[in-house]
């Protein structure tokens, strides 16, 4: 099935820096969200964005739905090890109850 | 509330022995979602229901793996017989109506090693 594009595939940063990650589709989503998978666990809802150009902050982490609705980005400001994780995004549309996800971004943090 | 409770965490089989991965979605949810995730091909979508009614099960790999859902508390998933390609971690997840909209609630989900 389809899944959408997650830029970069990994990352390795230092604790306290900022992080950025996006994710991008062929078609066009009403509705973005992001989750993130700690280690032996199952993925967890971070945000959800519901229209284009929204900006919603949980905390250190901030989501973005991309204007064109094809887009959607992550930041984490100044990281710390609970960090650590894969993060998923997902897209979908109303009426539908499947969630489209992304091939995910995985962080890891250097001591 | 408890979560989806999946069970059992771990399982480690031989090639060809039957599996059953169990699953207990929340409470008052209508949806119900088996995930299955790889290194190579990610999450992926293997069956979902509706109010228990198996909705779409175009994920199914083969004709190996089945799902039931009997009542709204209860879902399993059968491989029988098993292969080493099936091993992955199995997720199981629930959503109320319009959870698309709103996200799914996962378990902690089975780690499946066929030998």
């Known amino acids: 099935g389809q899944q959408l594009n997650q830029s970069p595939q990994s990352m390795f940063i230092q604790e306290g820096e900022d992080v950025s990650m996006n994710c991008t589709s062929s078609?066009?989503?009403?509705?973005w969200l992001w989750y993130k998978q700690d280690p032996g666990e199952g993925p967890v809802l971070l945000i959800a964005?519901?229209?284009?150009?929204e900006l919603t902050s949980n905390g250190r982490l901030t989501a973005q739905f991309g204007i064109t609705r094809k887009d959607s980005f992550l930041n984490i400001s100044a990281s710390i090890p609970s960090d650590v994780g894969i993060y998923f995004c997902?897209?979908?549309?109303?009426?539908?109850?499947?969630?489209?996800f992304g091939t995910g971004t995985r962080l890891t943090i250097i001591p | 509330d408890a979560g989806v409770i999946q069970s059992p965490r771990h399982e480690v089989t031989e090639m060809g022995q039957e599996v059953t991965l169990r699953c207990k979605p929340i409470?008052?949810?209508?949806?119900l979602f088996w995930y299955r995730q790889t290194m190579m091909r990610g999450l992926e979508l293997l069956i979902y229901?509706?109010?228990?009614?198996?909705?779409?099960d175009s994920g199914m790999p083969e004709d190996r793996f089945s799902a039931k859902m009997p009542n709204a508390s209860f879902s399993t998933l059968k491989i029988q017989p098993s292969e080493p390609r099936d091993s992955a971690v199995y997720f199981c997840?629930?959503?109320?109506?319009?959870?698309?909209?709103?996200?799914?609630?996962f378990g902690s989900g089975t780690r499946l090693t066929v030998v």
């Open positions: 997840a629930s959503s109320l109506a319009s959870g698309g909209r709103y996200g799914y609630t």
């Open positions: 078609s066009i989503f009403n509705t």
């Open positions: 964005l519901y229209k284009a150009g």
């Open positions: 997902a897209g979908t549309n109303f009426g539908n109850e499947k969630l489209t």
């Open positions: 409470s008052g949810h209508d949806y």
């Open positions: 229901f509706n109010n228990n009614v198996p909705i779409d």
